[in-house]
């Protein structure tokens, strides 16, 4: 199940038609019926000539007791004017709102939020549905390292697909990479590239959706096939490693980190070295989710 029909759901949707995946079904459900009904209509025009098939169709969430994953992508954008905590506020009570009907037709499965602030999404909904933390994820900073990755692979002129690298945190401003572990093939980055450009690498990376939103008003390509990357791995139990956004058991909040991920969820989050300023900079982050979580709940 596709929890909202906007950009990134109705990205996500498509995303799946174009690749051969384990998704034997789409239900898409959003607030605007019509609206669901309208990209449902939309995407079965595709099946015919896509890669697999899928039966796609609306429902309320008292389908989703027969799925294997709900995806989340509903929630309010930030209005001229409104700060983030007013935001964070909003899609608080429009996850609360997801969750409830959700878990009460009996669901069984993996929540997956995409809708941000994703961290602090992901927990709630983890203290909202009281399922356990490992079938609760996030988006987390999965795109955030494609793009990390990319962006190294037309430096170094090296397939990104080689490059070992990941954004870390906050899928947001205080988000980082971990250069102290970035390579390819064992080849560390850090000998590779000097620090400025490092630097300018790791600053370009958190401020492309800035730009991208500037350009175009929202991302929505990126982030859904990188979502279908996390689905293949719940569904097919692969086992690969992502940085999504899971409990930080050290912390008791949500994050990016790389993470084991299989057909349970979260199988094992990795317990990855970081350089004493890695270690500052990531606490940092996590004192602002912290924060954050505590404006909400005290709200």
Same mark, same amino acid.
């Given at each position: 199940m596709i929890v909202g029909t906007g950009n990134v759901g109705a990205s996500i949707a498509f995303a799946i038609l174009n690749q051969r995946t384990a998704v034997k079904e789409i239900i898409l459900t959003d607030i605007n019926t019509a609206d669901a009904e309208g990209e449902v209509m939309d995407l079965n025009d595709a099946l015919a000539v896509a890669p697999g098939f899928v039966k796609i169709s609306t429902g309320d969430y008292g389908?989703?007791? #027969?799925?294997?994953?709900?995806?989340?992508?509903?929630?309010?954008? =930030?209005?001229?004017?409104?700060?983030?905590? #007013?935001?964070?506020?909003k899609n608080a009570k429009i996850i609360q709102s997801i969750v409830g009907p959700v878990m009460a037709s009996g669901f069984d499965g993996i929540f997956l939020v995409v809708s941000n602030p994703v961290d602090t999404l992901s927990f709630l909904t983890w203290n909202y549905s009281r399922l356990p933390s490992e079938r609760v994820i996030g988006s987390g900073t999965v795109l955030d390292s494609a793009r990390l990755r990319l962006k190294l692979s037309e430096k170094l002129g090296v397939n990104p697909k080689s490059i070992h690298a990941y954004q870390v945190g906050e899928h947001g401003d205080s988000e980082l990479t971990l250069w102290s572990t970035a390579n390819i093939g064992g080849e560390r980055l850090e000998t590779l590239l000097p620090a400025h450009e490092r630097d300018n690498i790791e600053s370009f990376v958190k401020n492309k959706a800035y730009e991208i939103i500037e350009k175009k008003g929202?991302?929505?390509?990126?982030?859904?096939?990188?979502?279908?990357q996390i689905i293949n791995c719940i569904l097919n139990d692969?086992?690969?490693v992502l940085p999504v956004s899971s409990l930080d058991d050290n912390s008791g909040v949500y994050n990016g980190f790389p993470a084991v991920i299989g057909r349970a969820g979260v199988i094992r989050r990795l317990e990855t070295?970081?350089?004493? =300023?890695?270690s500052i900079k990531f606490q940092q982050s996590v004192n602002i989710l912290r924060n954050t979580i505590k404006e909400v709940q005290d709200a």
């Amino acid at each position: 199940m596709i929890v909202g029909t906007g950009n990134v759901g109705a990205s996500i949707a498509f995303a799946i038609l174009n690749q051969r995946t384990a998704v034997k079904e789409i239900i898409l459900t959003d607030i605007n019926t019509a609206d669901a009904e309208g990209e449902v209509m939309d995407l079965n025009d595709a099946l015919a000539v896509a890669p697999g098939f899928v039966k796609i169709s609306t429902g309320d969430y008292g389908k989703a007791r #027969d799925c294997d994953i709900c995806i989340i992508t509903a929630g309010a954008n =930030q209005k001229p004017g409104e700060t983030r905590t #007013d935001l964070v506020q909003k899609n608080a009570k429009i996850i609360q709102s997801i969750v409830g009907p959700v878990m009460a037709s009996g669901f069984d499965g993996i929540f997956l939020v995409v809708s941000n602030p994703v961290d602090t999404l992901s927990f709630l909904t983890w203290n909202y549905s009281r399922l356990p933390s490992e079938r609760v994820i996030g988006s987390g900073t999965v795109l955030d390292s494609a793009r990390l990755r990319l962006k190294l692979s037309e430096k170094l002129g090296v397939n990104p697909k080689s490059i070992h690298a990941y954004q870390v945190g906050e899928h947001g401003d205080s988000e980082l990479t971990l250069w102290s572990t970035a390579n390819i093939g064992g080849e560390r980055l850090e000998t590779l590239l000097p620090a400025h450009e490092r630097d300018n690498i790791e600053s370009f990376v958190k401020n492309k959706a800035y730009e991208i939103i500037e350009k175009k008003g929202a991302t929505h390509y990126g982030v859904a096939v990188c979502v279908v990357q996390i689905i293949n791995c719940i569904l097919n139990d692969e086992r690969r490693v992502l940085p999504v956004s899971s409990l930080d058991d050290n912390s008791g909040v949500y994050n990016g980190f790389p993470a084991v991920i299989g057909r349970a969820g979260v199988i094992r989050r990795l317990e990855t070295k970081m350089s004493e =300023q890695e270690s500052i900079k990531f606490q940092q982050s996590v004192n602002i989710l912290r924060n954050t979580i505590k404006e909400v709940q005290d709200a």
